[in-house]
């Protein structure tokens, strides 16, 4: 109640005590005072009177007042015996009371029959159980008293006769039935009124015959203009809660009664229609509801202790158990009152809505493996067998066991976790995925990464596989790292079965790479599930009549993989083949390229521009801020006291306005952001809540909307850095909660609206390299309307393409890169720079100028001016230096061996042996990366070899045959041709020599744990892919670069294809070694990320920006010296001069210059100083 | 990752440490702060390539103003981790922490609780 | 005849010459310097005295010449531009003839930075060549620079100090030529232990004719011991003890260190002698003047000529 | 350009110790492009003075104000107001010390101390580091010696250099120290003036430096 009327007073509501209605104050007095509306809820305080004599004796007591002094403790003892009058819940409760307190006797009385009583049924049970009379049709006449005493009451009996407007039957007297009950006491209980006897003054009010006010049902407005009535006081005693809605809509009313606004309209009660109601089925038992056990008469009588125990377990579990499990809504509407949002909504349909679209995208990606069908795993039947997806929600701090790292089936944390790869891949024993699904072994390696850094002890970790595949960027050296850094045991095993252990753990049986039946018991299993496409997908694909794979992927060609069998629709991720995060990414842009070439010209032709509100001018304007405080749920509500901190932060200087929020970032709320910001003329914002990084821009928006400035805006940041962090101590979070609040409210009222920067851009495009992934971009680019400038090292287009024969889906290269080259040199919008190289670049994004000079004449220059730059330099063959390359001519690399099939096949047919080793150069300590195609590479060569001459022997030596996703199916098939596969490790290498002009190869076979030597005719060199030399392209366009030299993107998994300054982009060799299509696809995500900044007209940069402020520059060259990006210069003004489009923001030249001459915009020293003073002082 | 700190941590934002002025560290100290960290990118790894350097180089400077007017530099302190290392971030609170209780109150308030 | 010292008299009657060095006390006490010029008496034609070298505060060089003089040793009066003006200067060499002095080594003066009052204030009105000017002005024509006529006209034989091995090396040799214009007579070098460069620079000073206008003696300093060595290679600017003196040092029990260095003097005096343009050494003996007799007759080169 | 910089601040301490409200003024001239009493210096030195005067629990009032430059009299008379409207101890000057020297000239009944040493008349070789070029000899012959002042820049102003102490292109004094001889040498060289070199340049007229008394320059034509 307190705090009820804390809030009522905080919202400014005056509250005069003491006065009386009628005695200080008169409505039309108030009316004359100028209120313009009078509420009366004056309650139901008077009792009925029973109207007959006596009724003054000493000993009649009203019952309410009786009960009231009963609960307060003034009453506690009554001697002698009572009558009540009555037989409503008063009347009982009187009753109940009167014996509690050592009445003799206790009788009731009441006219009608018990059918009619309206008290509660069991409390009449309960009553008569405790001995109370009760006298049923039976009214008083007359109260006898002697020396104005009570000692007994007259009675007479009554009968039931006509029904009266209540629908009971009326009791009618029954002549001459006369009879006295004697008693001490009697205490009416047959109803209250309101005490309107005041109202008199108020002319024409009109009361009702039961004495309360009359007023309308829905806006409880009486018949008097201004005067609006609710509660008991209208309707006569009833429950609390109808008094709570009267007040509130009456407030809605008075509130539109004062701006003259319809009283009704829009308030008809709502009706909800009753047909939907789900019925019980008959055929249901009928139990009826349990009683529970009552504590025993005597203590029952002896004072006022609960008298009901409450149910057993069992009655409260069998009650439970009656819950028809209807799983139906019971339509009770609740949750439609209950949404503030007004998001439920009981009669929304299944809607089918037809769209025009030019192009289709499907991205509707894969389901895992679902490993309870495979038996030995004993997945779903051990609690302690989980799968990798089960497993990273373990890890997650959001997951069951708030980030613990516990195992199911005890809580107990693990010492020992296996994962067991290629659960429902590489398989078509237990299913039909022959593919590898080629994101398993790096997440698996990530999770024992992540597992032995959640454990506290030492953590034994173990992965079990058959080839490790991680085969893409900076995954060997991740993998390389698992094994030294976190022990990480990798064991090359086929699994055998997983039986249950002692203490819930697991025996885990494999067979390991020599053959040999090993058994090892771990706590806990993982399982490294596969993906494969869901049956929805299946059925899209099926509606949408595109071909599927054997698989059951969408089926695309090497050339144009986003590409589906069907004109006009694209496909996306691991719907298309397994995929991992980068590629998806890049697939996603390389798709939203593709779709949206053909749609060039509607190109924002359908988009809205938001409107924003004129803003609001604040400068000069006092500081007007409102702070809003979010309980993020429970997030900072649940350790800080936000209502203490909201109530503290009314006290700082400037706020004018302060709310709570259970979410501050629903849609809701921002509504009442709105309001407040409008309804306050607040102009500083100042959320308390989580992070800005995440949420800042969102708030800025909803400000925006209404005329404020986004930079009039502060967050003070609660959450992540107090009530995440300090969780035990709630005290210390309440106050650090303030401290920031204080601070952020410090800096806003500081805070100065910001304009941001545009400026133009030029749409043209630089492509740097002519190989396919250069010539792909630069197509899509120019497809999409935009001029291309195309720079080539050499005299040529093709790079590495040139020397490929097929794809190792049999697709022609050399047809392709034909039809590919003369797109591009036919182009209108692109122009080739042959034998042309990068010298020199300026410019940021929309506005770059580079030049080219012509590496046969360096004199020879140009300068391109664009407003993107792609960078697809490409990679090379590594040339081996060993094996005896270069020194016998049988010995040839994969491009070598391509050369020489196109050249003269012949040759090659008659060869009896053929060897390849793979990994050459790569997977080395200097060049720890896998070269990604060159697996897939060595089958495809086995194969045409076993083609053109199936007699012929052909060694595959490998370290892990790396045959991701479907190419597992060149890999199977170069098994089932019969080609041999031997693995060799790094510390024993395969050795060559050439003695008598005969080729051999020897090497270590693990399965026969002995070398063999292979006499062989060719010797097949898998080479590493390495970048092309770049330098001069990096340091001109101040891309970063790895240690191997490939060029380094913005972000490895989310931004594959962006580098790191804005307006570049990545794609083909130079950023890693990749096949065709994967070239292709980067290409055109390279292409679609570059339009997404060529198709605008202004670029907008961020309004944050270094200033100067003329008068107090000292021209002392210190900005200019200490800028990182070189942009302030000396003006012809005398001061320094910032080009905000130049300008990044950070501020450095700020905090040096020594005439403080320079302020950077919303980080100005007065503000962060304001926080640092608002902290401390 | 919600790892545990001490409270009297509290944090400024800047765009870059290279934003954070030696008047900026002054100012906190002079208002009675016990101790002023800096909590910059690893060194390399500045978005605005040596934003962090330049933070350092000042920070050292606040440290030889502390010593010049016999207050303990170790008050001020130039930390550098990646925005990755919410651990560190922690670890490094608590040290810091640690270290300020093992020096004591600033100087600064209690000299002005002295007079 | 300059001045008609007995070290001029030496040279003119083309003997080869050699002179001493000695350093006066931080003191008033001049019994030392009689110690030590005891150890230098008819061993050198003459005998420098330093002028606060190091610039470490000493006694008075003119004072010492003067208590020289009267132990019947001809002095060699040093004089530094770091101490005084050109009045000074001036007034100084006029007294210093009136005591009889007649060698006088023009010298700029070591930086006080290294001295025993880094907090001087230091003078350097004229520089060293400047100073040679003053002198023959002041011999010449009679005239201080202000071209005021002497009264009595003092006679100097004047000297000047080089350094073989500073930078650039190229320009040492004009350097010297500078001082010949200047009018220096003699010329006496740091400390020698690079004989191959310094043989350089003394062929191509031959060569252009400059050891036909001045005496050039090779400065001459026995090395005591390994640290010795070392810190004059790392430490004196200027300075280029080659390696295999160091090795060589080292090859020696250490108390035989100092023998050995002595030995090396006497190799590189007698190497000195039949080096062309030679016409003496500056034997610096610094604190060790009583091994002075060692390294000379060692050289052959005792007893000294009489002159007159 | 005057280059200085800040005194110890122990020793301002000391300056300061007896007061409790001081004026702190800064130069918009020469200072604050050396870095050294600009009005960023001004808010460092007045804040440091506050902690360690509040660390010893007597806290000291300060005053900040950066004049356009010290060095005229028409920018001093600023300080006016603030010295009459305020019961200043003292006048702190954070300019070369021909500021504070202005102050007491102008304000006669108040205190003034110096903040800063005026160090050399010299130029910025990079961001952070300045060197020393000009003595203010007043009368310049750098022509005679490629561009390059050896009054100023010789450790003893040798006009006849390089001494013997020159070594790998450094002077004897310190090894960051360039022996400007050794430059000269260098320049010389590159120009083709080396036999210039060779002769013996001659006694140096010290009268139009600080020698012959202090300086003052009238320019007749400008003079009201």
Excluded at chain 1, 718 to 728: A, C, E, G, L
Excluded at chain 3, 151 to 159: N, T
Aim: proline share 4%; glycine share 8%; charged share 25%.
């Amino acid at each position: 109640m307190d705090k009820e009327i804390r809030a009522i007073t905080r919202l400014g509501v005056e509250i005069k005590l003491n006065t009386a209605l009628g005695r200080d104050v008169t409505i039309d007095g108030l009316f004359k005072d100028g209120y313009k509306a009078v509420y009366l809820a004056i309650g139901a305080h008077k009792d009925l009177q029973l109207n007959i004599p006596g009724e003054d004796g000493e000993g009649v007591l009203s019952s309410v007042d009786f009960l009231r002094r009963v609960f307060l403790g003034e009453l506690t003892k009554l001697e002698g015996r009572a009558v009540i009058v009555g037989g409503g819940n008063v009347a009982i409760d009187t009753a109940r009371s009167a014996l509690r307190l050592g009445t003799d006797k206790v009788t009731i009385l009441y006219r009608r029959t018990r059918a009619e009583m309206p008290a509660y049924e069991y409390e009449v049970e309960d009553a008569l159980a405790e001995g109370i009379d009760i006298q049923y049709l039976t009214a008083p006449q007359q109260i006898l008293t002697k020396d104005n005493k009570v000692i007994g009451v007259q009675c007479i009996k009554m009968e039931l006769g006509e029904p009266d407007s209540s629908g009971r039957r009326r009791p009618v007297p029954v002549p001459g039935s006369e009879f006295i009950v004697e008693t001490d006491w009697v205490l009416p209980a047959i109803g209250q009124t309101p005490e309107s006897a005041f109202l008199a003054d108020t002319s024409g009010l009109e009361i009702s015959r039961w004495g309360t006010i009359e007023a309308d049902p829905v806006t409880f407005a009486t018949n008097v203009e201004g005067v609006f009535a609710g509660g008991d006081a209208h309707t006569g005693p009833w429950v609390a809660i109808g008094a709570v809605a009267h007040g509130r809509e009456a407030a809605i009313s008075i509130s539109r009664h004062l701006r003259g606004e319809d009283l009704r309209a829009g308030r008809e009660p709502v009706e909800f229609p009753q047909e939907n109601f789900v019925p019980v089925p008959e055929d249901i038992e009928k139990i009826p509801r349990a009683k529970q056990a009552h504590i025993s008469m005597a203590e029952r009588t002896a004072g006022f202790a609960e008298v009901e125990l409450g149910f057993t377990e069992e009655q409260a579990k069998a009650e439970a158990a009656k819950c028809l499990n209807c799983m139906s809504c019971c339509e009770c509407f609740e949750c439609v009152t209950a949404c503030q949002a007004e998001a439920v909504e009981h009669w929304m349909e299944e809607q089918e809505i037809t769209l025009d679209v030019g192009s289709v995208i499907l991205a509707p990606g894969a389901d895992t493996f679902d490993p309870s069908v495979i038996d030995t795993y004993l997945y779903g039947k051990h609690p302690n067998v989980v799968t990798s997806i089960e497993f990273e929600r373990i890890l997650s701090a959001s997951g069951p066991f708030q980030g613990h790292m516990i195992r199911p089936s005890d809580h107990k944390e693990p010492k020992k976790i296996a994962w067991i790869q290629c659960v429902g891949s590489r398989n078509v024993q237990h299913c039909d995925n022959g593919y590898c699904s080629a994101v398993c072994c790096m997440y698996a390696i990530k999770e024992a990464i992540v597992a032995n850094e959640h454990s506290d002890e030492p953590l034994d970790t173990a992965i079990f596989f058959m080839d490790m595949r991680t085969y893409g960027k900076d995954f060997e050296k991740y993998y390389n790292r698992a094994k030294e850094d976190y022990g990480v045991r990798f064991i090359r095993s086929r699994i055998h079965s997983i039986d249950p252990a002692d203490d819930d753990n697991l025996a885990l049986q494999y067979v390991d790479e020599s053959g040999e039946i090993k058994e090892e018991e771990f706590d806990m299993i993982v399982l490294s599930v596969g993906l494969q496409p869901s049956s929805d997908a299946i059925g899209l694909a099926n509606r949408l009549d595109i071909e599927l794979n054997h698989y059951n992927f969408a089926e695309t060609s090497s050339f144009e993989p986003v590409k589906t069998s069907r004109e006009g629709i694209y496909v996306c991720g691991s719907f298309r083949d397994c995929k991992d995060i980068p590629i998806s990414v890049m697939e996603a842009s390389a798709a939203a390229a593709a779709a949206a070439t053909p749609l060039q010209e509607a190109r924002n032709t359908m988009t809205t521009i938001k409107e924003y509100p004129t803003e609001q001018v604040v400068a000069g304007e006092e500081p007007r801020v409102g702070v809003f405080v979010c309980n993020c749920g429970i997030n900072i509500g649940g350790v800080a006291d936000v209502p203490a901190v909201a109530e503290y932060a009314e006290t700082l200087p400037n706020v004018v306005y302060v709310d709570q929020n259970l979410f501050t970032c629903s849609q809701d709320t921002q509504e009442r952001l709105r309001e407040a910001v409008q309804e306050n003329s607040l102009n500083r914002v100042v959320v308390a809540a989580c992070s800005p990084r995440t949420h800042e821009p969102l708030f800025q928006e909803t400000i925006r909307e209404v005329g404020l400035n986004p930079y009039l805006f502060e967050m003070a940041n609660i959450r992540d850095q107090n009530t995440w962090v300090h969780q035990q101590d709630k005290e210390a979070a309440t106050e650090k909660a303030k401290d920031l609040v204080r601070m952020a409210v410090a800096r806003a009222s500081l805070l100065d609206p910001l304009q941001p920067v545009t400026l133009g851009l030029n749409k043209n495009g630089l492509v740097v390299g002519g190989g396919v992934a250069g010539m792909v971009a630069a197509v899509t680019l120019a497809d999409q309307g935009f001029p291309v400038d195309l720079v080539e090292l050499s005299d040529k287009l093709g790079g590495n393409a040139l020397k490929l024969r097929e794809t190792w889906k049999g697709e022609d290269i050399g047809k392709y890169l034909e039809q590919l080259v003369n797109r591009v040199q036919k182009h209108k919008k692109i122009k080739v720079h042959f034998n042309s190289k990068v010298s020199g670049n300026t410019g940021f994004v929309g506005n770059f100028e580079t030049i080219l000079e012509n590496v046969e004449d360096p004199a020879q220059k140009i300068t391109v001016q664009h407003g993107v730059t792609v960078v697809a330099t490409g990679g090379k063959p590594f040339k081996p230096t060993e094996y005896l390359y270069g020194e016998d001519e049988r010995v040839l690399t994969h491009l070598d061996f391509d050369g020489r099939l196109k050249e003269n096949g012949d040759a090659i047919k008659k060869a009896d042996k053929a060897v390849f080793i793979q990994c050459v150069g790569s997977r080395e300590p200097e060049r720890p990366y896998c070269s990604k195609v060159c697996c897939t590479h060595s089958m495809e060569s086995a194969l045409k070899l076993k083609e053109l001459n199936p007699d012929m022997d052909v060694y595959i030596l490998y370290r892990d045959v790396r045959t991701y996703g479907f190419r597992e199916d060149v890999y199977k098939e170069a098994r089932e041709k019969g080609v041999f596969f031997i693995r060799y490790s790094l510390e024993q290498k395969p050795q060559v020599s050439n003695g008598d002009g005969q080729l051999k190869v020897q090497v270590h076979d693990p399965i026969l744990n002995r070398d063999v030597v292979i006499p062989t005719d060719l010797l097949i060199l898998a080479a590493a892919i390495l970048p092309n030399e770049a330098k001069e392209v990096a340091e001109n366009m101040k891309i970063g670069q790895n240690a191997e030299g490939f060029f380094l993107e913005a972000h490895a998994k989310l931004r594959p294809v962006d580098l790191g300054s804005d307006g570049l982009f990545l794609c083909g060799l130079a950023h890693y070694p990749k096949s065709i299509d994967e070239s292709i696809a980067q290409a055109q995500a390279a292409a679609a990320r570059a339009a997404t900044v060529l198709a605008k007209d202004v670029i907008t940069l961020e309004a944050v920006k270094a200033v100067v402020e003329p008068d107090l520059c000292a021209v002392c060259l210190t900005c200019v010296r200490t800028c990182p990006y070189e942009v302030p210069y000396i003006g012809e003004e005398g001061a320094a001069v910032i080009d905000p489009a130049g300008c990044r923001g950070c501020g450095a030249c700020v905090a040096e210059c020594p005439g403080k001459a320079i302020s950077l915009q919303h980080f100005t020293d007065r503000q962060l100083i304001a926080k640092c003073d608002a902290l401390l002082l | 990752m919600r790892l545990n700190y001490p409270s009297n941590v509290k944090i400024i934002n800047v765009p870059c440490t290279g934003r954070v002025d030696i008047l900026h560290l002054l100012k906190a100290v002079e208002d009675g702060a016990d101790g002023v960290y800096v909590a910059g990118c690893l060194e390399g790894d500045c978005h605005y390539l040596t934003g962090n350097l330049k933070a350092k180089k000042r920070v050292n400077y606040v440290k030889k103003v502390l010593e010049g007017i016999g207050m303990e530099p170790e008050r001020v302190e130039m930390y550098n981790m990646s925005a990755a290392e919410g651990a560190r971030f922690a670890e490094i609170a608590r040290e810091f922490t640690q270290r300020i209780q093992e020096l004591g109150p600033s100087p600064v308030r209690s000299g002005a609780k002295a007079a | 005849m300059k001045a008609g010292s007995k070290l001029e008299k030496v040279f003119a009657a083309g003997h080869f010459a050699v002179t001493g060095e000695l350093g006066p006390p931080r003191g008033a006490d001049a019994h030392h310097i009689h110690e030590k010029a005891e150890y230098l008496k008819g061993m050198v034609e003459s005998v420098n005295v330093t002028d606060n070298q190091t610039a470490v505060v000493r006694m008075a060089s003119m004072a010492v010449c003067r208590l020289l003089l009267d132990m019947g040793i001809e002095p060699n009066l040093q004089m530094v531009c770091r101490d005084r003006n050109r009045l000074a200067i001036q007034a100084d060499l006029l007294g210093a003839s009136a005591l009889g002095i007649k060698n006088v080594l023009c010298l700029s003066g070591d930086h006080q930075k290294f001295g025993d009052h880094p907090q001087a204030k230091n003078v350097f009105d004229i520089d060293s060549i400047q100073l040679i000017a003053v002198l023959k002005k002041m011999r010449d024509e009679g005239k201080l620079i202000n071209d005021h006529e002497c009264e009595g006209i003092p006679q100097y034989f004047i000297g000047a100090a080089v350094n073989p091995f500073a930078d650039p090396f190229e320009f040492r040799v004009t350097r010297l030529k500078k001082k010949i214009d200047a009018g220096v007579d003699f010329i006496q070098t740091q400390c020698i232990y690079n004989m191959e460069k310094f043989h350089t620079y003394m062929q191509q000073a031959y060569d252009q004719g400059l050891t036909e206008k001045c005496y050039v003696m090779a400065g001459i300093t026995p090395l005591k011991s390994v640290g010795m060595a070392r810190y004059m290679q790392k430490f004196v600017p200027g300075l280029d003890v080659p390696e295999e003196y160091i090795e060589r040092l080292k090859g020696v029990d250490k108390k035989k260190q100092g023998d050995e260095g002595i030995k090396i003097a006497i190799e590189q005096i007698q190497e000195m002698k039949e080096t062309k343009g030679i016409a003496g050494v500056h034997v610096m003996a610094i604190e060790w003047e009583e091994r002075v007799e060692e390294i000379v007759s060692g050289a052959g080169l005792l007893p000294r000529p009489e002159v007159s | 350009m005057v280059v200085a910089e800040q005194k110890p601040i122990e020793e301002i301490l000391v300056m300061v110790a007896d007061f409790n409200k001081v004026l702190l003024t800064g130069c918009k001239g020469c200072v604050t492009v050396c870095c050294s009493g600009g009005q960023k210096e001004v808010g460092i030195l007045a804040s440091a003075l506050k902690i360690a005067r509040k660390k010893e629990g007597r806290e000291i009032e300060i005053d900040e104000i950066t004049l356009e430059r010290q060095c005229d009299p028409e920018y001093v008379d600023q300080l006016e107001e603030p010295i009459a409207s305020n019961k200043y101890d003292a006048v702190l000057s954070m300019a070369c010390s021909v500021g504070p020297q202005y102050i007491a000239k102008r304000y006669e009944d108040i205190l003034v101390y110096p903040c800063l040493n005026t160090t050399f008349i010299g130029g910025a070789l990079e961001h952070g580091v300045w060197a020393e070029f000009c003595q203010a000899c007043g009368s310049c012959g750098i022509h005679n010696f490629g561009a390059l002042c050896p009054i100023a820049r010789c450790a003893k102003s040798l006009m006849n250099g390089p001494c013997g102490g020159s070594a790998g292109g450094k002077c004897e004094i310190s090894p960051e120290t360039d022996c400007v001889w050794h430059l000269i040498y260098e320049r010389m060289s590159r120009l083709g003036q080396l036999d210039k070199m060779g002769n013996v340049v001659m006694f140096k007229d010290w009268t139009s430096s600080r020698d012959g008394g202090p300086r003052k320059m009238v320019r007749e034509d400008l003079k009201q």
